[in-house]
């Protein structure tokens, strides 16, 4: 069975800021890992994936994820933000993208 | 490319009442799913499919019926609509490691 805990339902950031957005993970076999951001009204968008090799992923719109095996998490980063990055930020696991197990979400708000 | 196409965008059912949330690719992808999206809940997987005549429940399959004809089509039924299905419903279409979404629908049951 897998399980996805994003630790933050609300991250609140001014323009320009760094921010992490937290994204736990549990897992018995090897899976895929994923970060979806979805703006309002709208579908869900890729913004990053790990599948294997290099731990630090670099995804669309300045966002990378780093995987951590020993902590089992993946989180998001990004050193600088917009107020156009204020959307809701899923995380997600799988091995494949039939059966995506997301987490509950969080909510990335940018204060100019 | 029009990727995932939900149709309609926006229902609102009475209790019993049955529809049918339509969801189309046109990427000739394998893997479709469909979620529902609640309030601090994220996504759900109701129901997915590896293939045309495959199909296999996920984590919130009651009160939902689907079937794959065809690789292009993966409509969701409810059967007799409950106010606890009140909900966003999304399909995604996928090949291996990555899944499309569609724009969703948004369904309210009265």
């Known amino acids: 069975a897998q399980s996805v805990t994003q630790l933050d339902s609300q991250v609140p950031v001014f323009e320009e800021a760094p921010v992490e957005l937290r994204c736990n993970y549990s897992?018995?076999?090897?899976?895929?890992l994923f970060w979806y951001v979805q703006y309002p009204n709208q579908g869900l968008q890729l913004l990053l994936k790990?599948?294997?090799?290099?731990?630090l992923v670099k995804g669309i719109n300045g966002f990378e994820a780093e995987f951590n095996k020993s902590q089992t998490s993946f989180h998001l980063r990004k050193p600088s933000v917009h107020i156009s990055d204020t959307a809701e930020y899923f995380c997600?696991?799988?091995?494949?993208?039939?059966?995506?197990?997301f987490g509950t979400g969080t909510r990335l708000q940018v204060f100019p | 490319n029009a990727g995932v196409t939900q149709t309609p965008k926006f229902q609102v059912l009475k209790t019993g009442q049955s529809m049918t949330l339509q969801c189309a690719q046109d990427?000739?992808?394998?893997?479709m799913s469909w979620y529902r999206q609640d309030p601090g809940m994220g996504l759900r997987l109701i129901h997915y499919?590896?293939?045309?005549?495959?199909?296999d429940q996920g984590e919130v399959p009651n009160g939902y019926n689907v079937s794959r004809s065809t690789t292009e089509d993966f409509p969701l039924r409810l059967l007799s609509a409950a106010p606890s299905q009140t909900s966003v419903y999304f399909c995604?279409?996928?090949?291996?490691?990555?899944?499309?979404f569609g724009q969703g629908t948004r369904l309210t049951v009265v």
């Open positions: 499919s590896v293939g045309a005549g495959i199909t």
């Open positions: 997600a696991v799988g091995r494949n993208t039939d059966k995506l197990i």
């Open positions: 990427m000739n992808h394998e893997y």
């Open positions: 790990y599948l294997s090799g290099s731990t």
């Open positions: 897992s018995s076999v090897s899976v895929y």
């Open positions: 995604a279409s996928g090949q291996n490691t990555e899944a499309f």
